[in-house]
């Protein structure tokens, strides 16, 4: 079967696929409130009361340092001697997941070679802090310098942390105020304590953090307090709600992971883009990077998302294991910072671990996770969100035109890899739009210097796009 053939059969597939779920799960269209996530609630230990009137939040500002108890570690030493490990198949790579082999490797390493006292320096070089929102503690990292040109919002995903941005960090702390939190159930703060909190809810909780740190919408018709947001992975899904319920406090938004938007209305515009690439694609490596992704959206889905089916239907199943054995929870954690970020590794006996990363800064992730003991909590946000979207927000509406949008196409992240004409679909302002040369789903952990070159060449977009609203 030829080329052409495949994509227009791709594309008939999506579509049909696209508009029976449209059409089953929500009628003509996404519901028109879908995304409104400003109603409080509490998500603490107490019981709401009958009447409905949610407990007191404590507001302050509290202080933070991250400790490894002696405990712990000796702990986690003893859980590690004692890890028992497949066989691995010869010739297999990482094709059949983690391999055991190499999984002696990394256990060895963080058994016998790694430093905790200077992981735990390392993560102590910031300062952090946590307050209490709807009924439980938010952790985040907040630098602020003397004279801040904007308030930045930096939110990570799964299966990274905060830790993701340890080396960005520096290169933007000189010129903007950044405050780094931790998602609900990871890394440093606390879970819900009730079910039902999907990313919408904690957009709602990042912007009540903003309001707190004097952010947001603090009076109606304020400009000059609005924040701006990046984040990735679930921090993408998180800033593009956050921008759909809470665009008054949002001045603009870099959101490197968008999903492909996929409708009866967007369809024709993709089945064109394929048919006729001159009228739908102004840059060449959109149309390499746009077949690319359509031709292996299937083959990929099916490789690469049963992490996600699992975490997003029996996520206690899998929190239990992931909670008892660390090296279980190094494969599986790590088994992604291979594959996510270049799905050539797959092809490496030890997966290309080390490429990008140390094994040191591989397991500080991992050691997040398992001294907070939130691997299980964390996979809980799959289950809160993946049916919310399947059931009434299928299909998100754009991005209001007040929320300025930056995209950049990383030409290894194994999520989003959009044209610009499938931006702008999903955004009524678009400002910056750019293909880099390299970079994957962990872009800011991968290359930090390259995502400031692009975090920075989007923060000069806003001012010009600023200086043209001005002069009309």
């Not at 942390?161 to 702390?173: H, M, T």
């Not at 924040?227 to 665009?247: A, E, K, N, Q, R």
């Not at 270049?342 to 094994?359: E, H, S």
Request: aromatic share 14%; net charge neutral.
């Amino acid at each position: 079967m030829g080329f052409g053939k495949k994509v227009l059969i791709t594309l008939l597939l999506v579509g049909v696929a696209a508009y029976v779920t449209q059409r089953c799960l929500f009628g003509s269209g996404a519901k028109e409130n879908a995304f409104d996530f400003t109603a409080d609630y509490y998500w603490g230990r107490q019981t709401i009361p009958k009447d409905g009137k949610f407990p007191a939040d404590d507001t302050k500002i509290r202080p933070f340092k991250v400790e490894f108890k002696p405990n712990m570690i000796d702990d986690l030493k003893q859980r590690l001697a004692n890890t028992r490990y497949t066989e691995s198949l010869p010739d297999t790579a990482f094709h059949y997941g983690f391999p055991g082999e190499q999984l002696k490797k990394v256990v060895d390493h963080w058994l016998h070679k790694f430093d905790f006292n200077q992981s735990l320096k390392e993560l102590n070089k910031f300062p952090h802090f946590v307050t209490q929102i709807e009924g439980i503690d938010i952790h985040f990292i907040h630098i602020k310098p003397k004279q801040p040109k904007d308030a930045l919002i930096l939110v990570h995903g799964w299966p990274g942390s905060v830790y993701e941005y340890y080396k960005l960090i520096p290169l933007l702390a000189d010129d903007y105020e950044l405050i780094v939190p931790s998602i609900p159930g990871y890394g440093f703060s606390e879970q819900a304590h009730k079910k039902g909190l999907h990313a919408g809810h904690v957009s709602r909780l990042f912007v009540k953090l903003m309001r707190r740190l004097g952010h947001g919408l603090q009076k109606k018709g304020d400009e000059t307090t609005k924040f701006i947001y990046h984040g990735g992975d679930w921090g993408s899904v998180i800033g593009h709600w956050m921008t759909l319920s809470f665009p008054d406090d949002v001045k603009a938004a870099y959101l490197p992971m968008l999903a492909r938007k996929i409708t009866t209305r967007t369809l024709p515009k993709i089945l064109l883009a394929h048919i006729a690439p001159s009228l739908m694609y102004e840059d060449e490596r959109e149309i390499a990077f746009d077949r690319g992704c359509v031709n292996n959206w299937f083959v990929g889905l099916m490789e690469e998302s049963g992490y996600l089916h699992l975490q997003a239907t029996k996520p206690e199943t899998i929190g239990a294991l992931l909670a008892d054995s660390p090296s279980g929870l190094a494969a599986y954690i790590l088994e992604k910072f291979s594959y996510w970020v270049d799905t050539d590794y797959i092809n490496r006996p030890d997966g290309g671990l080390t490429q990008k990363f140390t094994l040191d800064e591989l397991l500080t992730n991992v050691l997040i996770y398992w001294m907070n003991n939130n691997a299980g909590y964390s996979t809980r946000m799959y289950k809160e969100t993946v049916p919310f979207i399947l059931s009434k927000a299928f299909t998100p509406p754009k991005i209001p035109k007040q929320v300025k949008l930056g995209y950049t196409l990383y030409p290894r992240e194994v999520y989003s890899q959009l044209p610009r004409y499938m931006v702008n679909e999903m955004a009524e302002n678009l400002v910056y739009y750019s293909i880099a040369d390299r970079g994957s789903h962990f872009a800011s952990f991968e290359e930090p210097e390259l995502v400031e070159k692009e975090l920075r060449a989007f923060f000069k977009a806003l001012d010009k796009s600023d200086n043209v609203h001005s002069k009309l």
